[in-house]
């Protein structure tokens, strides 16, 4: 089988969270350049129209449909949408995630804990778990689930957040052990520092920055289009034999 051929998405329908910027933009984009019919998902339909029209001016195909994954009656509502409108789907990539506190692990307040644990496992959990479901009736699937490097060495300042991320890692496994037999892969995707809005905290502050720099083999910042590469391998056939796995896109962060 070719290269191409592996790759190929022709025919799948993809949702992707927190797809209207960032990572899950450039995910998203990448989906749809190999084929896939993509529902660019986030809180605000405004920012996934805008992504949506995008790919459909290069010739892909994609919608919009808001969706709070820390809203569970948002959850039941895109679940309906996409049973009502393509009765099934082949890939899930769990990407959008809470950050609202940024401090002292032990200043952490009740209202920053339960909407970080709210969005990165409570939603992560229920998406994958209905994503699963319908997946069993379609024979199968993939998900994919947006973990981060801090959720195996915990980030400085990032203390509910590197907990959630760990949450993530260990939820993915345990998908995948459930599901192998269901011919449902269910693998993580863990990046590292990242030039995105949401990371903006850290690679906009030149001192943190220069720290992270230095635990960083490649002495850079990510670009998001950098995370999409690994996604698509997830999600294809060419890594049929592949689940359960968490692969790092960090620069050589978790090496050193």
Not at 143 to 160: C, D, E, F, L, T
Request: hydrophobic share 40%; aromatic share 6%.
């Amino acid at each position: 089988m070719s290269s191409k051929n592996l790759f190929d998405l022709t025919g799948k329908v993809a949702l992707i969270t927190g797809a209207s910027r960032g990572i899950g933009e450039s995910i998203a984009r990448t989906l749809a350049e190999y084929g896939a019919h993509v529902i660019v998902s986030s809180r605000k339909i405004d920012g996934c129209e805008a992504v949506a029209s995008s790919i459909r001016d290069a010739g892909g195909s994609a919608e919009a449909y808001a969706c709070h994954i820390g809203e569970m009656d948002q959850i039941d509502s895109i679940w309906a949408h996409i049973e009502q409108t393509h009765g099934k789907l082949d890939i899930l990539v769990n990407n959008a995630a809470a950050n609202p506190y940024f401090g002292p692990v032990e200043d952490t307040d009740l209202g920053a804990f339960n909407k970080t644990v709210d969005v990165n496992i409570r939603g992560y959990f229920f998406m994958c778990a209905r994503g699963a479901q319908m997946m069993k009736k379609a024979g199968g699937g993939s998900i994919v689930n947006v973990a981060s490097v801090n959720g195996v060495n915990p980030g400085h300042y990032q203390g509910i957040y590197s907990v959630t991320k760990a949450a993530v890692i260990s939820m993915t496994k345990s998908f995948a052990m459930e599901l192998g037999q269901q011919k449902i892969r269910v693998n993580a995707l863990l990046p590292g520092l990242t030039d995105t809005k949401f990371a903006s905290a850290l690679t906009t502050n030149e001192a943190i920055k220069k720290q992270a720099m230095a635990h960083i083999p490649m002495k850079r910042v990510a670009d998001p289009s950098e995370m999409a590469g690994t996604v698509l391998y997830l999600v294809s056939d060419a890594s049929s034999y592949t689940t359960g796995a968490c692969i790092n896109a960090d620069g050589g962060y978790l090496t050193v």
